[in-house]
């Protein structure tokens, strides 16, 4: 597979450079292009793409409003939306008539930087990050705008939950979460975010598939700090909710349910555990790292009612140090029927993944229904 800091190459940078020379005659690109390419396949993906906001900042126009006009004038047309509000894939011609794509997280922080320096440059940099998120994303650099000017961003954020532009409106839920992975985070808004709740709850039954799904992961981050406010969120909002506002209740709750947080389960209906007894059996006692393993669990009701379950699985990973943490992955939702025995199967995977390194040892797995750890079985991984 393709490194991902690959997304990020001297192709990106000689077509990056192009378009700025055609927005703005006198733009130096091949400083531009020198400063950025040097040593870039020897940098990681980030390290990149703050390269080349290096490369912008010594090469766009010292005043910052021209600096914009030119950025602006360089870009490809918005990303064009499916039918369900999803951004659909960046084309060629797109790519051919401006700069689009993982350029555009260089162009952002370059934006970042520069504009936070005072109100007015802050207003004129929102309006940049406003064009360039319908291309790719701002979701990054608009924190910067938050944390140095939280009342003219909130303000600004508040006018653009009603953008025509899907882009926008998924802005302004992103760069709003209080724990964006790999983004600033916005202490603030972790220890109070009460100031974005107006702007979630204007967006969550936002006709765009790719807005809601940004206010779910968002009430997923405030979950992290503030459990009880998003079971009440959920509780109140699901009173009525159309299917498309509980999927997104469902998916801001994953958190919540995986942890077996009573007032969220109660808001779903599942404050119960199981009534009746449940088993875990593995497909071998050994697995080798890049490989599988699969897991079977037994259900057998004692109820003379149907139950709602969530059945989840914990994996206690090893970790270097020898002890273990767990990792809750998501399994199944299911009615389970008065009397009814059910046997569930999945296959795990146990490919290596970015965030996590897998080690040798003793991995146990335990089954969560409804939050409770009711069964557990162990296996040894080997490298």
Same mark, same amino acid.
């Given at each position: 597979?393709?490194?991902?800091?690959?997304?990020?190459?001297?192709?990106?940078?000689?077509?990056?450079?192009?378009?700025?020379?055609?927005?703005?005659?006198?733009?130096?690109? @091949?400083?531009? %292009? =020198? #400063? $950025?390419?040097? &040593?870039?396949?020897?940098?990681?993906?980030? /390290?990149?793409?703050?390269?080349? *906001?290096?490369?912008?900042?010594?090469?766009?126009?010292?005043?910052?409003?021209?600096?914009?006009?030119?950025?602006?004038?360089?870009?490809?047309?918005?990303?064009?939306?499916?039918?369900?509000?999803?951004?659909? @894939?960046?084309? %060629? =011609? #797109? $790519?051919?008539? &401006?700069?689009?794509?993982?350029?555009?997280? /260089?162009?952002?922080?370059?934006? *970042?930087?520069?504009?936070?320096?005072?109100?007015?440059?802050?207003?004129?940099?929102?309006?940049?990050?406003?064009?360039?998120?319908?291309?790719?994303?701002?979701?990054?650099?608009?924190?910067?705008?938050?944390?140095?000017?939280?009342?003219?961003?909130?303000?600004?954020?508040?006018?653009?939950?009603?953008?025509?532009?899907?882009?926008?409106?998924?802005?302004?839920?992103?760069?709003?979460?209080?724990?964006?992975?790999?983004?600033?985070?916005?202490?603030?808004?972790?220890?109070?975010?009460?100031?974005?709740?107006?702007?979630?709850?204007?967006?969550?039954?936002?006709?765009?598939?790719?807005?809601?799904?940004?206010?779910?992961?968002?009430?997923?981050?405030?979950?992290?700090?503030?459990?009880?406010?998003?079971?009440?969120?959920?509780?109140?909002?699901?009173?009525?909710?159309?299917?498309?506002?509980?999927?997104?209740?469902?998916?801001?709750?994953?958190?919540?349910?995986?942890?077996?947080?009573?007032?969220?389960?109660?808001?779903?209906?599942?404050?119960?555990?199981?009534?009746?007894?449940?088993?875990?059996?593995?497909?071998?006692?050994?697995?080798?790292?890049?490989?599988?393993?699969?897991?079977?669990?037994?259900?057998?009701?004692?109820?003379?009612?149907?139950?709602?379950?969530?059945?989840?699985?914990?994996?206690?990973?090893?970790?270097?140090?020898?002890?273990?943490?767990?990792?809750?992955?998501?399994?199944?939702?299911?009615?389970?029927?008065?009397?009814?025995?059910?046997?569930?199967?999945?296959?795990?995977?146990?490919?290596?993944?970015?965030?996590?390194?897998?080690?040798?040892?003793?991995?146990?797995?335990?089954?969560?229904?409804?939050?409770?750890?009711?069964?557990?079985?162990?296996?040894?991984?080997?490298?």
């Amino acid at each position: 597979m393709e490194p991902f800091k690959n997304l990020i190459n001297r192709d990106t940078v000689a077509t990056t450079g192009r378009h700025l020379r055609r927005a703005w005659p006198r733009f130096d690109q @091949k400083r531009f %292009e =020198a #400063q $950025a390419a040097t &040593g870039l396949e020897n940098l990681e993906f980030k /390290a990149r793409a703050m390269q080349l *906001a290096d490369a912008l900042e010594a090469t766009l126009p010292d005043d910052f409003n021209a600096a914009c006009e030119t950025l602006e004038a360089s870009l490809a047309p918005p990303l064009a939306l499916d039918a369900q509000g999803e951004p659909m @894939k960046l084309g %060629e =011609a #797109q $790519a051919d008539s &401006g700069i689009a794509g993982w350029a555009l997280w /260089a162009a952002g922080e370059f934006v *970042a930087r520069r504009g936070v320096r005072d109100a007015v440059h802050a207003q004129r940099g929102l309006a940049c990050l406003h064009a360039v998120t319908q291309r790719f994303t701002a979701e990054f650099a608009i924190r910067a705008f938050i944390q140095r000017h939280p009342g003219l961003s909130l303000d600004t954020l508040g006018q653009w939950q009603n953008d025509p532009s899907a882009h926008v409106r998924r802005l302004v839920s992103e760069g709003s979460r209080p724990r964006l992975p790999w983004g600033l985070r916005l202490q603030a808004l972790v220890a109070d975010p009460s100031p974005t709740l107006p702007l979630l709850r204007a967006l969550q039954d936002d006709p765009s598939s790719y807005v809601r799904r940004s206010v779910a992961n968002h009430l997923n981050d405030i979950a992290k700090d503030h459990p009880d406010l998003v079971a009440a969120w959920v509780r109140e909002h699901l009173v009525g909710a159309p299917d498309a506002r509980s999927a997104l209740l469902r998916h801001a709750s994953r958190s919540l349910i995986k942890a077996g947080h009573a007032p969220t389960l109660a808001a779903w209906g599942l404050a119960s555990g199981l009534q009746g007894q449940a088993a875990l059996t593995l497909s071998a006692k050994r697995a080798a790292v890049g490989g599988e393993i699969g897991l079977r669990v037994q259900l057998q009701s004692s109820a003379r009612q149907p139950q709602q379950l969530v059945v989840d699985y914990a994996v206690h990973h090893v970790r270097a140090n020898g002890g273990s943490s767990p990792k809750v992955f998501k399994g199944w939702k299911l009615t389970l029927g008065a009397s009814e025995a059910r046997t569930l199967d999945k296959r795990h995977s146990l490919k290596p993944v970015t965030t996590r390194t897998l080690y040798p040892g003793t991995h146990r797995i335990e089954v969560l229904v409804n939050g409770v750890a009711l069964a557990e079985a162990a296996f040894k991984l080997e490298a």
